[in-house]
């Protein structure tokens, strides 16, 4: 028993998810702002769609929520705040939840700051985290509505606290120019400086139209250690000191 994992790409660099359960043949797909990519991959695997699951609200993770809903006769999840701005909607979620993917588990971690309704979904067993725009590699997403003692909480509470072998699924393709910030905030670290070049070699060749994506073009998967090794929003001090840099890399 496990649970497959692929990934699609959708926009100019999001990345959405099918979640396969390999033993019953159920699927989730998880923050979808387009329809006809998950339709093809859908189609290709032969799986079976019985969830719709959401990190949070942005149109980009979210616009494609009421058409597969109908298509696939499935229920729309999401944080329960979300309830008037989730596309879709139809089910909240809380954290500590509990989530199925036919046998496969996930977790609900809260983790608000990016938006005020801002879940992940966690698959310990698979060692899989959905974190949306909370935690990119080598970064995070900005600080739409909440502050940055949130968000210290969300990374350096909350998501530090999981296995470093966890992999991290996140909802964009920022790795490269995440990591050119995070040599200048760190320019001592070498894990940074490191990764950087595999990711440049990685994403040299990579397809100009981010839809014909292959593989071996995408930086995610990450790990949560490689994440507390490489990720300066990760290695924040506190607070005040995560806020610092999130407002340097605003304005990098």
């Not at 999840?77 to 701005?85: I, K, Q, T």
């Not at 725009?133 to 606290?161: I, N």
Request: proline share 6%; hydrophobic share 40%; net charge negative.
């Amino acid at each position: 028993m496990s649970l497959q994992i692929e990934r699609i790409p959708t926009l100019g660099d999001n990345y959405t998810y099918l979640l396969i359960c390999t033993e019953s043949g159920e699927a989730a797909v998880m923050d979808a702002p387009e329809v006809a990519p998950v339709v093809s991959e859908v189609k290709r695997t032969g799986c079976s769609v019985t969830k719709i699951l959401s990190t949070h609200h942005h149109p980009d993770h979210s616009a494609a929520n009421p058409e597969l809903a109908q298509l696939y006769d499935a229920p729309v999840y999401a944080h329960s705040s979300d309830a008037a701005r989730m596309p879709g909607f139809t089910h909240g979620l809380e954290e500590g939840d509990l989530i199925k993917v036919g046998q496969q588990q996930a977790r609900i971690l809260f983790i608000p700051s990016h938006t005020m309704g801002h879940i992940a979904y966690v698959f310990d067993e698979a060692k899989a985290l959905f974190s949306g725009d909370m935690l990119f590699a080598g970064g995070c997403g900005r600080l739409f509505e909440g502050d940055a003692e949130m968000m210290y909480d969300a990374l350096c509470v909350k998501l530090s606290a999981l296995p470093d072998d966890m992999r991290v699924f996140c909802g964009h393709e920022y790795t490269e120019s995440n990591l050119r910030f995070a040599v200048v905030e760190e320019p001592a670290n070498q894990a940074i400086q490191d990764k950087l070049q595999r990711v440049i070699a990685l994403r040299a060749h990579a397809a100009p139209d981010w839809h014909d994506a292959k593989p071996d073009e995408m930086t995610i998967p990450s790990t949560i250690g490689e994440e507390k090794a490489t990720n300066p929003f990760m290695r924040a001090r506190d607070g005040a000191d995560l806020g610092r840099i999130r407002l340097a890399k605003d304005s990098f």
